[in-house]
């Protein structure tokens, strides 16, 4: 009983910002660790942060540190990816995702959004 969609994505010159919002739904949702994976076209889905059911916990890709911030609102049920300082090599696809345990490891998430596309021009 667990939904996620993804929002917040689009058009953005090199060294702009975005904040992508994760819109969840079930009556267990708070209870879930969350996190932000992304897929560029040609690559493997990789991890970008994580972040503990009740937010207390995160961790980052090396790749993302200092730039993006994930947050949580489980009064709202909503995750949030705030991105700044935005570089081409983040152009993707970004998919949120629902799971018991806070990864950076895929298989540990249950529900996935459809994901919501990020371009990053020069």
């Known amino acids: 009983q667990v939904q996620l969609v993804e929002s917040g994505g689009g058009p953005v010159q090199t060294g702009g910002s975005l904040r992508l919002s994760c819109a969840a739904s079930g009556r267990t949702v708070s209870t879930y660790a969350m996190g932000w994976f992304r897929q560029a076209p040609g690559k493997d889905r990789e991890f970008v942060a994580t972040?503990?059911?009740?937010?207390?916990?995160?961790k980052y890709a090396d790749s993302v540190k200092g730039r993006f911030t994930i947050s949580r609102n489980n009064a709202k049920s909503t995750v949030y990816l705030q991105m700044n300082s935005l570089k081409p090599e983040d152009t993707a696809v970004y998919y949120c995702a629902g799971g018991r345990s806070w990864s950076p490891d895929p298989w540990r998430y249950d529900y996935w959004g459809q994901g919501t596309q990020v371009t990053v021009s020069s």
């Open positions: 972040i503990s059911w009740n937010g207390g916990s995160t």
